[in-house]
Structures are given as C-alpha cells and as structure tokens.
C-alpha cells in the first residue's frame, strides 16, 4: 500500500514570502547553524498528516471541500521574530501572526475536529499560529534575530491547501494535491 506524506497549510503571497526571505538572507549571513525554510515552502501548517492512505487523502479531501463551503475568507498579517521552545535556548524559528490569528486558530480547529472524526489522532500540542522559517541545527552563538523587527504588509486568506511532501537530500520538496477555495462571502 502506497503511503502519501502530507499536510494541510495556507499559503503566504508572494510579496509577503520575499519580504521574509530578505530577513532570513540577513540573517544567514551571521552564519548560525540554522536551516532555513526556502523561499517557494514558505507556508503556515495548520494539520501534519504525516504518512496516509489514498483512502484517507479521499475522506480528507471530501472532509476540506465541506469546510471551505463554509468558510469566510479574512485578512492576516506577520509580526516580528521568535522561536520555540524560547529565543534563549531556539529549536524553531517562526514569524508570529497578527492579525487574523483568532480566525486562523478556529479554522485549524475547524480542520483537526473533522479529520479526527475521520481517524486522525490530533497532536497533544496546542496549535500556535506562526510561519516557521527556520530549524536550528546546533547552538546558535548569537539571538540578534530575534531583534528584528518585522511587520508585514496585510494579505487575504481565500484557501487552505491540501500538499503532499517528499523528502529529498536538499531538503522536502512540496506539491499541491488540491488546493480548497473559500466559497462563503461576506454580503455587507
């Protein structure tokens, strides 16, 4: 039986991932042991999947399709620099949501209730909004990243997307499997 590897995210604009890409290149430069996110996998997690069945992948697909029917579309935005667990001792390097970080953790939950009625087993870990861009590798001998201050310019949510992630030597490489379009709008 052959196993995907996948997950479910929104994406982040293309002006909005240059601007953090401009901030990871900065900081890169200070040579920290860190692994980067690139550029084009730039994106929020909202449910890891991990390895699944076709069969699964087509529950969770119907699971989507009935979710974005009823799903508003809001704005976002980043702000500022930290890390999990803390900037003292970094493991993960994220950007922290602003705003719409209420509405994206109800849709996260909205997600993770569906598919754990189909058979997924939910993390124990409470979802934190955040953009992770980096993973540290070994002691990062300097925190100045954490000083950067950085607001994105505000961006629309429209879907959430269904990946599907193949790891390779260079790093995962990460291809749409079907991408779930907001149809509810708001009629002020």
């Known amino acids: 039986m052959q196993m995907i590897r996948s997950f479910i995210a929104v994406e982040i604009p293309d002006n909005v991932r240059s601007e953090i890409t401009r901030i990871i290149s900065k900081t890169a430069e200070n040579g920290f042991g860190v692994k980067w996110v690139k550029h084009e996998n730039l994106h929020i ?3 890891f999947l991990g390895d699944i069945t076709n069969e699964f992948l087509q529950k969770g697909i119907n699971e989507l399709s009935a979710i974005a029917q009823t799903q508003k579309p809001f704005e976002m ?3 500022n620099i930290s890390a999990f667990p803390s900037p003292r ?3 993960v390097i994220w950007v922290g949501v602003e705003q719409g970080k209420n509405e994206l ?15 997924y087993k939910p993390e124990e870990r409470k979802f934190h909004p955040h953009l992770t861009i980096g993973r540290v590798k070994e002691r990062m001998s ?6 950067t201050e950085y607001i994105s310019t505000s961006f629309s949510i429209k879907s959430v997307v269904l990946f599907k992630s193949t790891l390779m030597p260079q790093g995962p490489i990460y291809e749409k499997i079907k991408e779930f379009y907001f149809l509810a709008t708001d009629l002020h």
């Open 89 to 91: 001792s970094p493991r």
């Open 105 to 119: 953790t109800a849709l996260q939950e909205k997600i993770e209730n569906a598919f754990t009625s189909i058979g």
């Open 77 to 79: 935005s980043f702000k």
């Open 142 to 147: 300097s925190t100045k990243v954490f000083e």
């Open 45 to 47: 997690t909202l449910l």
